[in-house]
């Protein structure tokens, strides 16, 4: 019996068609006024739309909201006599038709099972819809060739309705000329024995094979006139529990058929024009071979038309290069280009040589022909020789470049003096677009017109003129120019053109007066220098001197020229000094630092830059450096001290440029590393540590430390046998020797980095073991929950009364084992969510969630359990709140488990929802006047398994998993929730949900 039962309810849980349990209500006269949903299954509930939870134990005139109860005399009756019915309907309600079939098992009780016959009924409209506006003539006919039903497009041809050609054979209905010729009608005229439609129609009646596009001709009177018609007739048989019927199709294809002769004709027309064209014309089918060459193609191509045709074009003898005769691409041969984007091409260029050397230039243009279903068919191309073309385009081509290229203006003009060519270097001399210069005359970019016209006059009497002048610009801007031009004479001697070349001499004519000024500035520069400047002759005796050079040594000039350079130095610099000069000698320049005496016998320092002038003479530049000297001495003491300093460090130091190069190590630097101090002095800081390349600006930590800063680092460093230690670095920037430097303090931390991974360890391995242990528990719940679900599912069958009656002794241990099941079930549950979130295996599925409905919801599904302790459920939501972005079915669980837990401890007062706005996100509170938290206990609420009253005499049922549930699916949600309590004052649970 349970088995039995157990297979109904999986076939009623599973099946496609919608099944829905009623029972009749009567009013106190007998009379059947509604009927109540007493059970419906997921298909009923998919296919109206309806929820179960809505409508079981509802009436139907509330749930279908049409004021009565659908179909109610039918159903009745046949919840009265028994007897079943079946009828299609369209429920404008739902939006569809479905097919209701009604039974009855018990008196006053019916069952209904709906089919949703929706598609079915578009497929039924949308061949009708087709067959009714099919652009061909269609008839259904029975055996003796009489019509039983047509389409729109037969009634249009016929000019008359389909009720008036029913029952008419096919000829009659459409007026065919031969079946008006004789009284008996269709199939009796004096023509009708070779009638292809009735010989059709008949054989496919008697043969049952059916037929598709046989042509033929008839004559049919239309609008008064006959007109003789082509179309293609198609049959095919029909049986079925009637007599067995044919449809005729009759597609016209008159027309069509004109088109096509006429089509002929223009093809044999244009036949007759390529042939006699002087171009080149051929036709290349899609696989690529030439169909068709015209006369001009053997001229063209140098074969003849049998040579041509029937082969490719590159399948001859003949090469295809570029003009340049390197191997034309085949993938660029027109025939290719069409026939992959399959549109025209044009003006595509190339060669063909012959072995014998022979070669043509070609031009070609290409277009796609398509068939009449708009697929590529063919190519048709003209072909046009170049050669002589080209030959003259690339003369003239060379001709035009090399005066375009040419640094000079060079213009030509007519004989009366009109310009007709000017290159780019003229439009830039006289500032001119090409538009605006071509078409002027020549004396309009002179400075004085009448030296323009004396000049234009000279060259036709002398044939060539050259001078230097004035121009202007199209601006006005004047300008010396140099100009040299000539008549030019055609190859029978004959001016034809004037041609000039001009070239702006301004800046040589500025350079010229410049160069005057510039010996005088040049005087002027070295008498005002503040740099000492000496000029000596190849004896090393002194020629000139500037005053700020008789200012740093302090003698006059006149007693410097007649010095020598040794006097100038002492005595135990004079060997120096007489190498440099001896360098000077031979290099014509030097650099170097010495030794000088001033006059009053001061012992100074400078540097001496010297180069060769012309004529043996060699001029010298000095700056005195006696106060840099002295600083550099002084920082000299400095680098000592600071030497002293950082090799008594107890860190290893390193510092480097801000390239990474190496600049100082002390010794405990190179007792780390295993490197000598030459060896570290020659290295990048990037070959010594694990995480710096110089070549990478995103590890160059350095870039952004300023003077006053310092930065902490851990790295890695590697020695030089290839190991590697960890070590933590303090670095700073400091100047050392007069540049900035990183210098870093390196100490070894691999004592402490070994404790570090040691407790890292530890942590995974406690992490691992929790991880399993969740995993455990939710292998355990689902193992359990599978059995309880069965024990849940059959007990409420046998408490609704499916499978016979209970007395009051079995409806109350089945009531007892139904709620220990469903709370077993809630606390497994728990327990299965809380380890899937666990181990990572409980996934969001975000959806757009209505708020009202949601907070409607929540309070009927707790209104109960707080009305029986008297307790009010308030809800207080910002009002602009509609819709939150979260997974609905984790969103109620985390509102449920609070309210609950509200409901739950709280004796007497309210249980209060919130929700507001907390800047873009939803803040959710839920408010009680329960028995508050104690502050002790407020860190462990979200842990699993912790309960305010965890003693043996605890006063609440529960699984201390529902809070620690709630912290993890708000966490899932990028959210946070904290509590807010005072013991015996209440509590206030409160979470944030981000906004997206």
Known sequence: MQNASASFDLVYKTMNEGVCFHEIIYNSDGYPVDYKIIDINPAYESIVGLKRDEVVGQLASNIYDTGEAPFLHTYAKVAETGEQTCFETYFSLFGKHIRITVISPNKSKFITIFTDITSQRKTDDELKTIYENVPMVI??????????KVNKSAELFSGTTSDEMVGLRGGEALRCLNSLSNPDGCGFGQYCQECKVKNTVIDTFETGNNHYNVETSLPFMIDGDVKYLTFLISTSLINNDEKPKVIVSLLD???????????????????????????CITKVNKNGNIVYANSAAENVLGLSKSEIEGRTYDNVKWKITDFKGNLFPETELPFELVQKYQKPVYDVRHAIEWPNGQRKLLSINAAPIFDDNGNFGSIIATIEDITAYKEKEDTLHLMKNTLESSINAIAISDLDGYLTYANSASL?????????????????????????INVYHYLHENGSWKSEGKAKTKHGNVFDVYSLINLVNDESGKPVA???????ITKRKSYEEK???????????????????????KNGNYVDVNPAACHIIGYTKDELLSMNIIDLHPDNAHELAGQIFEELLENGKVSAELPFITKNDSLRYWILDAVKLLEDKYIGFTTDITDRKRIEEELRESEERFRTLTEQAADAIIAHDFDGNIVYVNNLACENLGYSKEELLSMNIADISAYINSYDPKTVYWEKLSPSDSYLVETKLRRKDGSYYPAEVKLT?????????????????????????????????AEAASQAKSELLANVSHELRTPLTSI??????????????????QKTYLSKVHRSGKHLLDLITDILDLSKIESGKHELHCEKVSIPQLMKDLKENIYPFASQKGLE??????????????????????????????????????????????????????????????????????????????????????TGLGLALVERLVEMHGGKIWVESEEREGSRFSFIIPEN
């Open 139 to 148: 008839m259904m006919v029975d055996s003796e060739r009489r019509i039983f």
């Open 253 to 279: 294809i008159t027309e069509r058929k004109k088109t096509q002769k006429n089509l002929n004709k223009e093809k044999d027309f244009f036949e007759k024009v390529a042939e006699t064209s002087p171009v």
């Open 428 to 452: 830039d001399m006289w500032e001119y677009n090409k538009e605006e210069i071509l078409g002027k005359h020549i004396t309009e970019f002179w400075q004085y017109k009448e030296n323009a």
């Open 498 to 504: 004037i041609a000039g070349s001009f070239v702006d």
């Open 515 to 537: 160069l005057k000024k510039s010996e005088q500035q040049l005087r002027n520069y070295i008498d005002n220098s503040p740099i000492g400047i000496f000029v000596i002759d």
């Open 733 to 765: 920037r400091i100047d050392l020797k007069g540049r900035s430097v990183i210098l870093g303090f390196v100490r070894e931390i691999t004592i402490r980095k070994q404790a570090e991974e040691s407790l890292i360890n530890s942590k995974l391995e």
């Open 792 to 809: 849940i599912g059959f007990s409420d069958i046998l408490l609704k009364g499916k499978l016979g009656d209970l007395n009051e002794s």
């Open 873 to 958: 459920i308030n809800i207080d939501i910002n009002r602009s709140i509609e819709y939150i972005y979260a997974d609905k079915i984790k969103l109620r669980q985390i509102l449920y488990n609070l309210v609950y837990n509200a409901v739950k401890f709280t004796e007497q007062g309210s249980v209060t929802v919130k929700l507001d706005w907390n800047d873009n996100d939803m803040l959710f509170s839920v408010i009680d006047t329960g028995i508050g938290i104690p502050a002790d206990k407020q860190d462990e609420i979200f842990d699993s398994f912790k309960q305010l009253d965890s003693g043996a005499s605890r006063r609440y049922s529960g």
